[in-house]
């Protein structure tokens, strides 16, 4: 029997952009890092030619800049575009929120409140790795209900931009309960089909979620 919904192949370019993409997000390059195009070229087996096309689209993303003659280096990363990162995720995640607050069926609300409970153990286990997914998974589960692919994509291309800035954060448990109490009133709100309160509640949890960010950038 055929497979259904396969994605199709990954371009080498695809690939290359992947590969370059993970490791500056991870913070294997740190910001302001000259990226060595051969060295790259060298470890991903390809040639000069897909990594230079690659720096270009991540370029373009905000996480490269490229400079004549001098060659790419890593983005440097501001408190100026955390916040304006944060003002435009604000606006989107809670529209977000609210298109998909009456479209969440019964399945979907059980997928979150399990989605709750891996991020409450991950806490316990002082695991920051699983809290961080569980914590993507939570929100993309509502943002995908909306039903909006060009909101989607707006959203999740905002959150790799601030990736690099939530990797760094190291484990603090009173604002990882902080973080999960957020989001347990995010679901309470949905399960009660509050549309303007879900979309408030989200909005605010961006926020706060930034004003952790500003302040161990300021330290």
């Known amino acids: 029997m055929a497979l259904i919904n396969q994605a199709p192949p990954k371009t080498l370019a695809e690939h290359v952009i992947e590969r370059i993409r993970e490791d500056v997000l991870s913070g294997k390059f740190a910001p302001g890092e000259r ?18 096309e690659g720096l270009r689209q991540l370029e373009s993303e905000g996480l490269v800049r490229l400079e004549p003659r001098r060659g790419a280096f890593v983005a440097e990363r501001s408190a100026d575009e955390v916040r304006e990162i944060s003002r435009i995720r604000e606006a989107l995640e809670s529209l977000a929120t609210q298109l998909a607050v009456p479209k969440l069926n019964p399945a979907q609300h059980k ?21 961080h997914v569980a914590n993507r998974e939570f929100h993309f589960a509502i943002y995908d209900t909306a039903q909006s692919p060009l909101l989607m994509r707006m959203i999740q291309t905002l959150w790799e931009r601030n990736r690099l800035y939530r990797q760094r954060n190291v484990f603090v448990r009173e604002q990882a309960q902080k973080s999960l109490d957020e989001h347990i009133a995010i679901y309470t709100a949905c399960l009660a089909q509050n549309v303007d309160l879900a ?6 949890h961006v926020r706060d979620a930034t004003e952790q960010i500003l302040a161990k950038l300021a330290k």
């Open 199 to 204: 979309g408030n509640l989200m909005r605010e």
């Open 111 to 131: 997928q979150l409140l399990a989605i709750l409970k891996s991020m409450e153990l991950s806490i316990q286990q002082q695991d920051m790795l699983t809290y």
């Open 35 to 52: 990226l060595d195009q051969t060295q790259l070229a060298q470890n991903l087996g390809v040639s000069l030619i897909p990594v230079r």
